[in-house]
């Protein structure tokens, strides 16, 4: 079973562009959550989509966006980058219909550098 | 919202010896809490978890226990090997809202052979 798939692996953006990061789940999962990891604020909760819907989302401006697809491929976007927004991104993926079953299925991540 | 804070942020043991990490929470409504390893340039990994109505849970070498009226939970790693280093997470949800985890800021083991 392929497991959760992000695109691109790395990317190098400047200052005020736009990105968007691109995850495919495993198959059969239908949440899918996003992080954000940095060396010194460790990993923070983006947003987390169901079925096509924002179910909950973290404490992160409103220049960060997604959107889930009824694949359930998801994509974030960050608009206006800024220095700070480097980071590795995290996807990760859910079993389906479990509310007990809590384990998370990490992608491998997307390394995005802002210059 | 959530705060977890998890100590020590770097631990070195000797190949063998016990390692113990250690997380509070603040949000007394937490009911789930597991931890993930992340080793070198690899994504986290579930390695066990624990839900608020048992206080203790052991996976061959590796236990997690549970104290709710302190608000804290630890990971004990036993006979620990080289292939044991890496960052330990600690985290913490409710079981419904499970994916959004509040994150420790993480331990860097190492086991020295």
């Known amino acids: 079973k392929a497991g959760v798939t992000q695109t691109p692996r790395y990317l190098i953006k400047t200052r005020g562009q736009q990105v968007t990061l691109s995850c495919s789940p495993i198959?059969?999962?239908?949440?899918v959550s996003w992080y954000q990891q940095t060396p010194g604020q460790g990993l923070q909760f983006l947003f987390e989509?169901?079925?096509?819907?924002?179910?909950n989302k973290g404490n992160f401006p409103g220049r960060f966006s997604g959107r889930q697809f009824s694949n359930s491929r998801s994509e974030m976007n960050v608009s206006t980058l800024e220095l700070g927004d480097s980071a590795l991104y995290l996807c990760a993926s859910n079993a389906p219909g479990t509310t007990n079953t809590g384990e998370l299925f990490f992608g491998e991540g997307s390394r995005l550098t802002v210059l | 919202g959530e705060n977890v804070e998890q100590h020590p942020s770097t631990l070195s043991v000797q190949e063998g010896d016990s390692a113990v990490i250690k997380c509070t929470y603040s949000d007394s409504a937490s009911n789930y809490f597991p931890w993930y390893k992340q080793e070198l340039g690899k994504r986290p990994q579930l390695i066990i978890d624990?839900?608020?109505?048992?206080g203790e849970k052991k996976d061959q070498r590796i236990a997690v226990t549970l104290n709710k009226t302190a608000k804290h939970f630890s990971l004990h790693i036993t006979e620990t090997q080289p292939e044991d280093s890496a960052v330990y997470f600690c985290?913490?949800?409710?079981?419904?809202?499970?994916?959004?985890?509040?994150f420790g800021s993480g331990t860097q083991l190492t086991v020295l052979p």
């Open positions: 985290a913490a949800s409710l079981i419904g809202s499970a994916r959004q985890l509040t």
């Open positions: 198959s059969g999962h239908r949440s």
């Open positions: 989509y169901f079925s096509e819907t924002q179910r």
């Open positions: 624990i839900r608020s109505n048992v």
